[in-house]
């Protein structure tokens, strides 16, 4: 987690937490989550050929993504530290074919998480990408106002390959240089809070 803050006006987090990714190679791993073109976004190689490709576990997939923002989203409200996974059961996940997928998905994702050079380590960089405090800069420069009081939590999601933005203050981004390093888009984000 990158924590950045401006005199106590403004507090800006990114962070690449494992929860919400692994779900997102799950969604990616079935078919559920695609790219523009309906390409595979995340593994690079496509579904697992041993997964099973049914339109019952796509729609359990679906729902339970929906399940975990709005999870991740109520405990960031209540200042909490969510809990989004049971591995390697995952015994809250309610859709048995979905669990036992999540299961059979967990070491690969986990292996490939923690490797030397895997998503934990990449995630790190990203993190730590955006030149915030430029943008901060060039936003009061552009508009000619400094910036208010507002705070922002930004989760890193491999797969996904635009924002989302389940509530005002929190924001899930696709990691890469289109968003993490574009001023512009940064200063149209600003504009929002301030």
């Known amino acids: 987690m990158h924590e950045l803050n401006g005199a106590n006006q403004w507090h800006i987090s990114i962070g690449g937490d494992y929860g ?7 969604g990616c791993s079935v078919g559920a989550l695609r790219g523009p073109g309906g390409q595979h976004v995340w593994p690079a190689s496509g579904s697992d050929p ?15 993504w929906l399940e975990l923002v709005r999870y991740k989203t109520d405990c960031i409200l209540a200042g909490k530290h969510p809990l989004l996974h049971q591995p390697p059961g995952f015994e809250s996940v309610a859709d048995l074919a979905l669990r ?3 299961a059979g998905l967990w070491p690969a994702f986990i292996e490939w998480w923690e490797m030397e050079v895997g998503g934990q380590t990449a995630m790190r960089f990203w993190e730590a990408a955006p030149d915030i405090y430029n943008y901060i800069n060039e936003f009061e ?3 000619g106002r400094s910036i208010s009081t507002f705070t922002l939590r930004i989760d890193l999601v ?4 635009e924002p989302v933005k389940p509530v005002h203050g929190y924001l899930l ?5 289109k968003y993490l390093v574009n001023k512009q888009w940064w200063i149209t984000l600003l504009e929002e809070y301030c």
């Open 50 to 64: 041993g997964l099973p490709d049914s339109d019952s576990l796509k729609l359990a997939y679906e729902q339970w």
């Open 141 to 143: 420069v552009q508009t």
């Open 20 to 26: 919400l990714n692994f779900a997102s190679y799950v």
């Open 100 to 102: 036992q997928t999540c």
């Open 158 to 161: 491999y797969g996904i390959t």
């Open 173 to 177: 981004l696709p990691p890469g240089y």
